[in-house]
């Protein structure tokens, strides 16, 4: 075969497995995604669109982040076609699926088409990157607009192109992160240190050209963030300086950024990033250095700020996602330059092998059997390695209620339960384990006001604008709506892990009175759950608010 040939083919080769890793990223994060139940940090937003109108949403951070931007777009979404559970996650989701897009395509100049192919696998196939992508809080976006921001500067520096245009797209891309999560900031502001040491010893003709941009890049920033951190800025400071990074939880968290609990797997990776920063560095020191500083800078700032609990390994990995994807391009440069160069047409076969290899060892198989609507539950996400995770290793599951055995016995996912009620937090709520056990579809119910007013992960029926298809009304029920479910399940006390914590619950005995005059007496009981068939007489065409 001649040489023209063997390229030729080795180039659709190396386009088919670009076209895999697109394809292979958006099924893991659509898998499922329609199901999935809002929990934990996703309520900050809910809980301020219950109590602020959009003056406050967007002249306050609260001590509890809820992203001033995607709260915004909450609004506009209760305003007009109402929010749901679909309308919380797409622009997570859409960014998710664009990194594995944009980003080789942006970082053309900096690889080749192999390099371009392997990262697109590991972006796609990352098991934090597929997480922030199904979770309605802002770290896809801050992914995908550090990875922006950093190529960006890069290219306007070295007047690659367009330079106006680059410009634009930094300035653009930083303001964008730093509005949705202000960590951004740690990285897509680097750039300005490395350059800045660059001018000061051996560019000085530059300044000017700098100062112009930090300029362009502050005036925006400083519009939208001094009003909100000068209103609330006792809970800003409140934030910072309170917890530490420990070397145990430092590992942690490299293992979750490499996506596996095998410690193996995140030494191969970082072997391979280490050979790809030696490859740039050998081609082009000033793209090695740039990159390598601008992790290094936004890294250390990140644990020098010490923001409360960024000693639990999934808080530090979030904060450091917006560096993620560029350390895995390095990685996936390392990957090429030591996988064999002879026979050229096995090189992307080979890559492809070693993808399905990095898959299997992570989370990422077991998080996509269905039905799991509870990915985001910190049982799945504190640490992916269960010997570590404390919600494997102190949640006191047992005893299961009878009743969730007996319905394993029926097909996956034909029978449909409300679950109330609840507690939004990962802690308070075992309904992953349960779910593992009875292998069908889950709602949660909300019980304000019959069971008394609760105002912390409920909201009332007839709430204006929200259209949770995975949120049912008790009140709603007791007049004969059934959400096409078959089962209400009253959970008579709190769960908590560890076993014992306190968690306010409602006064579910007064309740039961009035199901049981509704529904008629109850199916199922023991000491931890009252089970009430539903007679299902309005499931077509129901439409859960």
Not at 33 to 51: C, G, P, Y
Not at 350 to 364: E, H, N, Q, S, Y
Not at 443 to 452: R, V
Not at 495 to 513: K, N, T, Y
């Amino acid at each position: 075969m001649s040489s023209e040939n063997r390229q030729g083919r080795g180039t659709v080769a190396w386009s088919a497995l670009f076209l895999c890793a697109i394809a292979a990223g958006s099924w893991l994060r659509l898998r499922g995604l329609s199901s999935q139940i809002i929990i934990d940090d996703e309520w900050h937003a809910l809980r301020k669109l219950m109590r602020a109108d959009m003056l406050n949403i967007v002249s306050h951070l609260d001590y509890a982040d809820y992203s001033i931007p995607l709260t915004v777009y909450y609004r506009w979404l209760q305003d007009t076609i109402g929010i749901s559970e679909w309308g919380m996650h797409l622009p997570m989701l859409v960014a998710g699926i664009a990194l594995i897009i944009v980003g080789p395509w942006l970082a053309r100049a900096w690889t080749t088409a192999p390099v371009r192919a392997t990262w697109a696998l590991l972006l796609a196939l990352s098991p934090l990157l597929v997480y922030v992508s199904r979770t309605a809080r802002p770290y896809a976006l801050t992914a995908l607009s550090t990875m922006i921001a950093i190529i960006a500067f890069e290219r306007w520096w070295r007047a690659e192109g367009n330079r106006d245009a680059w410009a634009a797209a930094y300035v653009a891309a930083t303001f964008a992160g730093g509005y949705l999560h202000m960590t951004s900031l740690a990285f897509t502001l680097a750039p300005f240190i490395y350059f800045g040491a660059r001018v000061l010893t051996c560019e000085h003709g530059q300044l000017r050209r700098l100062l112009r941009m930090g300029v362009a890049t502050a005036l925006p920033l400083a519009l939208v963030l001094l009003p909100p951190v000068i209103n609330d800025w006792f809970s800003f400071a409140a934030k910072a300086g309170v917890d530490s990074v420990t070397v145990d939880s430092f590992v942690r968290t490299s293992l979750m950024l490499a996506g596996s609990a095998q410690a193996i797997v995140a030494v191969l990776l970082a072997i391979c990033a280490a050979v790809g920063a030696l490859s740039w560095w050998r081609r082009d020191r000033l793209l090695a250095g740039y990159v390598l500083t601008v992790a290094a800078v936004g890294t250390l700032a990140v644990l020098a700020a010490r923001p409360n609990w960024v000693m639990h390994p999934p808080v530090l990995a979030r904060y450091l996602v917006p560096i993620l994807p560029l350390m895995l391009l390095l990685a996936a440069e390392g990957v090429i330059a030591l996988v064999p160069r002879r026979p050229s047409l096995l090189q992307a076969p080979i890559v492809a092998l070693l993808a399905v290899g990095l898959w299997t060892a992570g989370p990422l198989p077991a998080l996509s059997r269905l039905p799991n609507q509870f990915t985001g539950h910190l049982r799945y996400q504190f640490d992916y390695d269960a010997l570590h995770n404390p919600y494997e290793q102190q949640a006191a599951i047992e005893p299961v209620p009878e009743f969730y055995r007996r319905l394993a016995l029926a097909p996956a996912g034909s029978l449909t339960l409300i679950e109330a009620p609840w507690r939004l937090e990962s802690h308070f709520n075992p309904h992953p384990w349960y779910q593992e056990i009875h292998r069908q579809n889950v709602i949660i119910g909300l019980t304000t006001p019959l069971c008394g007013v609760r105002e912390f992960g409920e909201y009332p029926e007839g709430y204006p604008g929200f259209r949770f298809a995975h949120f049912a009304h008790l009140s709603a029920i007791l007049r004969g709506r059934d959400y096409g479910a078959d089962y209400l399940v009253m959970h008579v006390l709190p769960w908590s892990a560890p076993a014992g914590d306190s968690a306010r619950w409602p006064d579910v005995a007064r309740c039961l009175p009035a199901i049981e005059a509704a529904l008629g007496p109850p199916v199922f009981r023991d000491e931890q759950i009252v089970v009430f068939k539903l007679p299902r007489k309005n499931s077509a065409g129901s439409t859960p608010r």
